[in-house]
């Protein structure tokens, strides 16, 4: 259902799928068991992929992850380098 979808299966890990819409969005979506991770810079493209898979499978929302296979996620901001109006 992820490929019909348009994503793309990870040729190293066939758990992870990922589909571009163009330079900067992106979703990743990794499969562990009955888990799921989805990443993505937009929470609208986040969205979106969580009501496509809500409608396709019997699932819960379980919100933000915090830690996934024992290790700590941290959610940060890109910053950019360059003090404001200097570029």
Do not use: W
Not at 38 to 58: A, G, M, Q, T, Y
Not at 67 to 85: A, E, F, W
């Amino acid at each position: 259902t992820l490929v019909s979808n348009g994503c793309m299966i990870n040729n190293s890990d066939k758990c992870i799928y990922f589909k571009t819409f163009d330079t900067k969005n992106y979703v990743i979506i990794c499969l562990y068991m009955n888990d799921m991770l989805i990443f993505s810079p937009s929470i609208e493209v986040i969205n979106e992929n969580k009501r496509f898979l809500l409608i396709k499978f019997d699932m819960k929302d379980m919100g933000e992850a915090n830690v996934s296979l024992g290790m700590k996620i941290i959610k940060h901001q890109m910053v950019s380098p360059y003090p404001k109006n200097t570029i």
